[in-house]
């Protein structure tokens, strides 16, 4: 089985606004990784976050990993239209040496 | 320009032929995935290899097989395609299994 699931499946926001979307996981991991994937696109890389770090920064984006509770939060502050995309997390290693991804949320961001 | 490449792009394909997806990458990494995409179950990766001349087993590997005879080539084989395996396939690369993967533009494969 899939080892992230993103939360909400589908969200829907004004230009300007925040996004938060949140992955959580089953097992150990070495790292998770949050990709963008534009309709008809292969998925781009946005960050990384180590196991051992608990809060990532990078332009608008901000990521937190809480591996107490095997989830990760990624917030996009004031949202633009062009960041309408689907967002994925992935995690890799622990015992589990592949990288694997969670179904993944549909962003909106109306302008 | 460094990067990964897939081909083709789209195909139909019948029921029962064979096909082989090709995948190259530029950039040295040792690391190298399928995956295959279909609505409303995300990505789930199909094999893997660390490295050249190893492949592990993914999520959805029946009707699949690869190989990898060297760091730069992935490909992956259906042998008797079924209308099941229609889905978006890509292919991802990256320095090792724990780093930032690098994603193809896919193959929107169509079985009939």
């Known amino acids: 089985s899939q080892q992230g699931e993103e939360d909400p499946q589908a969200l829907s926001i004004q230009e300007g606004e925040n996004a938060t979307m949140n992955c959580s996981y089953k097992?150990?991991?070495?790292?998770l990784q949050w990709y963008r994937q534009n309709s008809g696109r292969g998925l781009v890389h946005l960050i990384l976050?180590?196991?051992?770090?608990r809060e990532k920064h990078s332009g608008r984006l901000r990521v937190t990993l809480d591996t107490s509770k095997k989830s990760s939060s990624l917030l996009i502050t004031a949202s633009r239209a062009a960041d309408t995309a689907s967002y994925f997390c992935?995690?890799?290693?622990?015992?589990?040496?592949?990288?694997?991804f969670g179904k993944g949320t549909l962003l909106t961001v109306n302008p | 320009i460094a990067g990964i490449t897939q081909a083709p792009t789209s195909q139909i394909l019948a029921a029962g032929r064979r096909m082989t997806l090709r995948c190259t990458q530029d950039?040295?990494?040792?690391?190298m995935y399928w995956y295959r995409q279909d609505l409303g179950l995300g990505l789930r990766l199909i094999h893997y290899?660390?490295?050249?001349?190893?492949?592990g087993k993914g999520e959805v590997p029946d009707g699949y097989s690869v190989s990898r005879a060297n760091t730069d080539d992935f490909p992956l084989t259906l042998a008797s395609a079924v209308p099941s395996q229609t889905s978006v396939y890509f292919c991802?690369?990256?320095?090792?299994?724990?780093?930032?993967?690098?994603f193809g533009q896919g193959t929107r494969l169509t079985v009939v």
């Open positions: 991802a690369s990256s320095r090792e299994t724990n780093t930032e993967a690098f």
């Open positions: 097992t150990s991991i070495n790292n």
């Open positions: 976050i180590r196991s051992n770090e």
């Open positions: 992935a995690t890799a290693g622990g015992s589990n040496y592949k990288l694997t």
């Open positions: 950039m040295r990494h040792n690391a």
């Open positions: 290899s660390n490295t050249a001349g190893t492949t």
